[in-house]
């Protein structure tokens, strides 16, 4: 049997930790800018709803509760502009990082197949293909890739680290693409409802996809629009023959999101009040760091939707990273997301109002 370390990279974050030793040596504390954790309390209804499913012994179903597929299925019709979209159309999921690493394995890939995703990216698209045992390639435009073997096409609308948002026409002329070649689409669409100088498009749209899910899935989570990252609650919708293997896969793995979190999962997604109020609170935190950040000298580049700046000063990464503990702020280096981030920094806006307003402060010239 081969050690981790032989199929997989070193995991990112733990090299950030002397930094953040560094961070938190600041007399007024660490600012952690680093990963993008909901900090916000989760919405009482939410609570509620978890509370009063508490007393759930019996095992939960790997497709969720009908209540939970009525929640999911009328979210991708209001939020998503999603045209006949049924229960089969739709799959919980326990997290969308479990589904990103474990996806390529439960499809089958393996040698010979390759997954392809965007150049700057969320390094769990390359590890869901380490294990998959698949080949992977990277892209700055997905139709110029070659199909040859190509199975899996990541794509990462906002894009985690960028923010950088695909119109509808990329997207449609995308999916037009995968299908031509045989080409499964999975568009990571996590970040959508965070939309600040752009409105994110889902490929689940009728403009994109034509009206047929066939050969698309998107993939949602709850935990940075409702704060619950700690629920691990998502899901995926699209193509209902792959959502149909894929159950059948995940019965078998016991891949169950628990009772009570379905429960919590479905008041969630049919109240958009508390979305609205958090998009305020993260709108009010990136209009203070945005402003802080070039008032130091950064660059931001895209970071049109999304919970983070992508911020340059034009020099190595990990310089800024060490400069930036020194005034007790911990950011996360872009090299990260691929070797082309190797002088950005990504600046999450998931602290608190003190936090950020301490960040703020030290940022000043």
């Not at 691990?232 to 959502?243: C, H, N, T, Y």
């Amino acid at each position: 049997m081969s050690a981790v370390s032989d199929r997989l990279p070193v995991f990112p974050w733990d090299r950030l930790d002397p930094y953040k030793s560094t961070a938190a040596a600041h007399p007024d504390g660490i600012v952690d800018l680093s990963v993008g954790t909901p900090v916000d309390p989760v919405p009482e209804r939410i609570r509620a709803a978890l509370a009063e499913a508490a007393d759930s012994p019996g095992y939960p179903t790997v497709w969720g509760t009908a209540r939970l597929r009525d929640a999911i299925t009328g979210w991708c019709e209001r939020r998503l502009g999603a045209q006949g979209i049924e229960h089969r159309n739709v799959l919980p999921v326990v997290g969308s990082k479990e589904l990103v690493a474990w996806l390529p394995t439960q499809l089958g890939l393996g040698a010979g197949d390759t997954v392809a995703y965007p150049r700057l990216a969320y390094p769990t698209y390359e590890v869901g293909a380490r294990l998959a045992g698949a080949s992977y390639t990277v892209y700055d435009d997905p139709t110029a890739l070659d199909p040859t073997g190509l199975r899996l096409l990541w794509l990462n609308s906002p894009s985690n680290p960028t923010g950088q948002v695909l119109d509808k026409e990329k997207l449609r002329e995308t999916v037009a693409w995968a299908r031509e070649h045989g080409v499964l689409v999975l568009s990571d669409e996590c970040y959508l409802e965070l939309g600040w100088e752009a409105e994110p498009v889902s490929v689940l749209h009728p403009e994109v996809c034509g009206g047929s899910y066939e050969g698309v899935v998107a993939v949602h989570s709850l935990s940075k629009r409702s704060n619950l990252a700690g629920y691990r609650a998502a899901f995926i919708a699209g193509d209902a023959e792959v959502l149909g293997e894929l159950l059948g896969i995940r019965k078998h793995g016991g891949m169950m999101t628990p009772a009570p979190v379905q429960a919590a999962a479905a008041v969630a997604l049919d109240d958009d009040a508390h979305v609205a109020e958090q998009r305020e609170r993260y709108l009010a935190r990136r209009t203070a760091l945005r402003g802080a950040l070039e008032s130091a000298g950064f660059r931001i580049e895209h970071s049109e939707a999304s919970l983070y700046l992508w911020a340059t000063r034009d020099e190595p990464c990990w310089d800024t990273v060490g400069k930036l503990a020194e005034l007790g702020i911990l950011v996360a280096p872009g090299d990260f997301y691929g070797p082309a981030g190797d002088r950005f920094v990504r600046v999450a806006l998931t602290a608190s109002d003190e936090r950020v307003s301490a960040a703020v402060r030290r940022l000043a010239p």
